[in-house]
């Protein structure tokens, strides 16, 4: 899934890239039941998650923005409980996301694309209906999150005639690693859905596109302004 990003990013050539947080999982850190041992440990998650992050950002022209998700909230956490761990400036999260020449935006705050368009991890919704509901949680902005591994495009017209959205982008989790089961790992699979949202805007116009991540084969595709990517 994250290969297909890449292709997707050099194909749509955005002018700003948002990731949606939780990027990194810390399964090794989870408080919730596991169905398997993972040996790597957090040092080696961080490792991984800020090898595959560089891959993304490396070379694009534009600005790109983090918002922190419950995730990344939890390693901080875990860190600042064990300084023994001793490692590289970097792994702290908001320290390497500038150092790599992105923006950080925190917990539950959110970046302000325009007016009436707002993009957080999550604006305190995760069931299969986030996306309705933020329509009625927010009723000055448009939104789009992450957080909910599920995918959804609302649109909405108010009374004056105006245009409200809501988005969530799904994820791009890679439900075949043994590493990302838990307990109610079946559960959480049945509603996963891969991909990411592309919005086009100009000024205060805007139309929010969620782009599937389609099982082609042993790899992933989806459609980009018309043209199949793989």
Known sequence: ALRLL?????KAEPDNLVFLGDFWDTYSISRFAKTIFYAGGIEEELRIGWKELKKIVNNFPGNWYFCEGN????????????????????????????????????????????????????????????????LNDLPQHSSVFGHTHRASVVYKTGLDGSTQASMMTGCLIDLANPFLRYASGARQARDTMLGCGIIHSKGKLFKMDFLPFIKSGTGFTTCVDGVWVK
């Open 71 to 134: 995730h990344e909230v939890r390693i901080g956490l875990y860190l600042a409980e064990h300084p023994e761990l001793g490692l590289p400036e970097n792994f702290d999260m908001k320290k390497g996301i500038s150092f790599f020449g992105g923006e950080w935006i925190p917990y539950r705050e959110h970046l302000e694309i325009n007016t009436n368009l707002i993009i957080s991890h999550d604006f305190g919704r995760a069931g299969l209906n986030a996306a309705s509901q933020a």
């Open 6 to 10: 890449r292709k997707v990013i050099k």
